[in-house]
């Protein structure tokens, strides 16, 4: 079988303060593989302003401060907001509420727009890509969230370490799906539940970026033996460590002791 060669393309921007990479896995570098990334590029970098405006907690005329104003059409009059509202109330209901879409009292989605916004524009702009007989894989990233897709049959896969202050914890090979990584100190909105936690680091694999981006909150914000409860429960795959630096892998609900995981989803 023949060794294709593959060429990684990368841009980043800056939205919703926050750095997004953007990567495409290509045969060639040529003008054609070039004007895609410029294009893909732009239109990202458009929807991802459309969506601050619409969603950020810190925008005084967004439909999250108008909701969290008392006014409820946001919910009637925008499908993008009643999705995201109803995602933040499931996933504080999977939770056992460890996962709270609030913040002074107010409601704050701000984790489930983050990553709803990735793959948004993951959905509309990059994986259509593949469509493209140049183009193998593509990536998108912001804030330790990651979604990424390969080509139907290609041999190409994501290599994406996985690491803390101290080490390199483990290489995940991935073709598609979503990996979210959190850190205890991250999250200041429930400071108490972060000081009673195990765990200081959680990263869990999914098909949906945001509730991998949700367990991986969830791991870092919970007693070990509640996170153990919901592995089981939802079959999580990824990676904790705790506070005392010890490593727990975990694969579909099972857990496992190997140190460096491959997965083809």
Known sequence: MKNEKYYLKTKTINQMNMNFLIKLATLTTNVTVMELLKVATERIDERLQEIDRQFSAFRYDSLVSKFQRGDQKPLTASNDFKQIYNSAILSEQMTNGIYKPYFAGKFDPSVIVRNWAIEQVFDETLKPLLKNPEVVGVYLSGDRSIKFATK??????WEI????????LTTYYLKNGAI???????????TYKMNQADNHQTTVIRSSLIEASIWALVGSSSKKEEFMSFIKHYNLTGIVVDKQDNILNFNLGSIIDNKETVLNK
């Not at 139907?152 to 896969?157: E, G, I, L």
């Not at 979210?180 to 429930?190: H, Q, R």
């Open 161 to 168: 370490n996985i690491s803390n202050v101290e080490e390199d």
């Open 152 to 157: 139907q049959n290609s041999d190409f896969h």
């Open 180 to 190: 979210s990584t959190f850190e205890n100190d991250e999250f200041l909105g429930n």
